[in-house]
């Protein structure tokens, strides 16, 4: 069973960064592709950010620019670099692991807690 436990959320003026971490445990980590999705209120769970298991990080057009993924096979943790933050990007922010099929990326696990991002204007 695999267990993701996002951290780093909170609130931040516009323009201002935040991290955002996501540890993982209960399965090998570096095996699996992981990204990042962020839900806002009345919308729908939207993906952010993908990284493959070599590394390669793939964005939303909407973050592109802005925001870095990356990870930390040692650690199991993914991470999220929030910079130039906008108000629309508040949102709740959560982890998975991901798996793609096509063009298609799917997330595997159940959604755990999230964590909030607000940007304050």
């Known amino acids: 069973q695999v267990r993701l436990v996002e951290s780093g959320g909170g609130l931040v003026q516009a323009g201002g960064s935040l991290r955002l971490s996501c540890a993982a445990s209960g399965s090998i980590f570096s095996l699996n592709a992981m990204a990042w999705y962020r839900q806002s209120p009345g919308k729908p769970r939207d993906l952010v950010a993908t990284?493959?298991?070599?590394?390669?990080?793939i964005y939303a057009d909407s973050v592109k620019g802005r925001f870095t993924i990356s990870r930390d096979n040692a650690k199991n943790t993914v991470y999220l670099q929030m910079t130039s933050l906008k108000p629309e990007d508040t949102a709740v922010y959560y982890c998975?692991?991901?798996?793609?099929?096509?063009?298609?990326?799917?997330?595997?696990?159940?959604w755990g807690q999230g964590t909030l991002v607000t940007v304050s204007s």
């Open positions: 998975s692991r991901v798996r793609r099929s096509g063009s298609v990326w799917y997330n595997m696990d159940a």
């Open positions: 990284i493959t298991t070599d590394g390669s990080p």
